[in-house]
């Protein structure tokens, strides 16, 4: 069975860092992707960042220069570095990795920043 668990989350003031990891185990695969996502009250799921794992990766605009995503291939744990978080970071936050033809989804971690 295939199981995302997700740690980090945390309440926070503005402008502090946040290191969100997501530990994928249960997978026969590798991961051939992973990336990150949040949703916030009354908004649609979005993507925060992608990483192809062949050199490309992705961020949201919102995203670009404050985050950072990484993993440990190793042990199969992926990475949300989060800097200068802003009130309107405050979200559920999901892990995303895809394995073949299948892709997975964490349970989602809270987020919250504030003034």
């Known amino acids: 069975q295939v199981q995302l668990v997700e740690s980090g989350g945390d309440s926070v003031q503005a402008g502090a860092s946040l290191r969100l990891s997501c530990a994928v185990s249960g997978l026969i695969g590798g991961i051939d992707r992973h990336g990150w996502y949040r949703q916030s009250p009354g908004k649609q799921r979005e993507l925060v960042a992608l990483d192809t794992r062949i050199g490309d990766v992705h961020y949201a605009d919102f995203a670009r220069g404050r985050f950072a995503i990484s993993s440990d291939n190793a042990n199969n744990v992926v990475v949300l570095q989060m800097n200068n978080l802003k009130l309107e970071d405050t979200a559920v936050y999901y892990c995303?990795?895809?394995?073949?033809?299948?892709?997975?989804w964490g349970h989602g971690i809270q987020v919250t920043v504030s003034s």
């Open positions: 995303h990795v895809w394995s073949g033809a299948k892709d997975f």
